[in-house]
């Protein structure tokens, strides 16, 4: 599957940025999709997960600020990210993988190109 993320950009810290993750597979719903991110000089850590049955997680360092989310319809996931930090600064890839919802990079075979987000004090 192919993976198309967008809706990144320069924000200030507190402020919010939803990012959109466009695939190109008719079987859309039967993925489960990731977002993970990668800081300069960091590994890449994992960010959110939903299934096909829309049961998401979060990483402990976004719970209650961002929201993972998808339109099966659009064939789109969706990460919505509320109360910036400069923390959150990175390249932020979406993923895909066949079954459950994983949150280990490596269990997901298809990448988006990656989507940079940068908060500003």
């Known amino acids: 599957v192919q993976l198309q993320a967008s809706g990144g950009g320069l924000v200030q810290a507190g402020g919010s940025l939803r990012l959109s993750c466009a695939a190109s597979?008719?079987?859309?719903?039967?993925?489960?999709m990731g977002w993970f991110r990668q800081a300069p000089g960091k590994e890449r850590e994992f960010v959110a997960s939903i299934g096909w049955n829309m049961w998401a997680e979060n990483a402990d360092s976004v719970k209650g600020r961002f929201t993972i989310s998808r339109d099966n319809a659009k064939n789109t996931v969706y990460l919505q990210m509320n109360s910036l930090r400069l923390e959150d600064t990175a390249v932020y890839y979406c993923?895909?993988?066949?079954?459950?919802?994983?949150?280990?990079?490596?269990?997901?075979?298809?990448w988006g190109q990656g989507t940079l987000v940068t908060v500003s004090s």
């Open positions: 993923a895909g993988r066949l079954g459950r919802p994983a949150r280990t990079a490596g269990e997901y075979g298809s």
């Open positions: 597979v008719s079987s859309f719903g039967s993925y489960s």
